[in-house]
């Protein structure tokens, strides 16, 4: 009786919950491509969540996550690593191993596009796009589902390039496809578990990527119809993952490019794209 009133006691009771709090498992948002455009935006929604303890921001060029880091305060860790490389995505994962940690979300964002013909593009920049674009995808969902339970989150970025082949586009289209494909069946695979996966499918952003995609290639890509702001396409995006939704699809624009993909030959799809373009 008496080491039970003392165990009831209001000391005991205080440093009690303090130890079971402080050895709870830390929730944290790992985000990657995060130092800009739709990376960016991701960071600063996760800011503002409360349940969020800590977000791992993760990008190759350091000056860049330190302006982010400098920009939205502590709750920022930065990571620098080339998600291109297999070796480094396992360098970094091994953090997951350093601490007592929850990933409540995965964003992953790292990736890049080249506007041009087949032979405009060289070979070390097209395996380069579908190592980034494809590999480190299923690298970093792999490496991170352990670490996640019911009520955790995979955003994994597609594209609305994704519906269709596109001509002078062509690894990036195919590897965006990729990206959504994997990421619906992923989804069905988790359910049992209540993890979320969810493909983001924006069109053209005001980001950087346009002007990163541009090689100087004779055929490239020239039309950009439907630009939207990226904070919109990330907010959609969490709002559509918290719903358990497989897929994000943000604006009129590519709404309406998602409905006639499924019913209007690819071929002609093509056709359109192409004159477009002006080729």
Not at 174 to 180: D, E, L, Q, S, W
Request: charged share 20%; with cysteine.
């Amino acid at each position: 009786m008496e080491y039970y009133k003392l165990c009831r006691h209001p000391v005991f009771c205080y440093y009690d919950r303090k130890e079971r709090v402080e050895n709870m498992p830390k929730n944290i948002a790992v985000i990657t491509g995060a130092s800009g455009g739709l990376g960016r935006e991701f960071v600063r929604l996760f800011t503002k969540d409360d349940s969020i303890q800590e977000i791992w921001a993760v990008a190759r060029k350091k000056d860049k996550l330190e302006k982010l880091q400098k920009e939205f305060g502590s709750k920022i860790r930065i990571f620098s690593y080339d998600l291109s490389d297999i070796e480094q995505i396992e360098i970094f994962t091994k953090e997951y191993t350093k601490g007592s940690i929850h990933i409540s979300y995965l964003v992953n964002n790292a990736g890049y596009g080249k506007f041009g013909a087949y032979n405009d593009i060289s070979v070390s920049q097209s395996l380069n796009m579908i190592q980034l674009n494809v590999n480190s995808v299923v690298a970093m969902g792999l490496y991170s589902i352990p670490y996640m339970s019911a009520g955790s989150h995979i955003i994994n970025i597609a594209s609305q390039a994704s519906f269709q082949p596109l001509p002078y586009l062509n690894i990036y289209a195919a590897t965006k496809a990729f990206v959504r494909n994997y990421t619906r069946a992923l989804h069905q695979e988790l359910k049992e578990r209540r993890i979320s996966a969810t493909a983001v499918c924006p069109g053209w952003m005001h980001t950087d990527f346009i002007q990163a995609g541009k090689i100087g290639a004779k055929k490239s890509v020239n039309c950009f119809w439907g630009i939207v702001m990226p904070h919109v396409v990330a907010k959609k995006a969490v709002k559509d993952a918290k719903k358990g939704k497989d897929i994000s699809v943000y604006g009129w624009y590519v709404k309406t490019c998602h409905v006639l993909s499924k019913i209007i030959p690819q071929r002609l799809v093509m056709y359109v794209w192409k004159k477009q373009q002006h080729f």
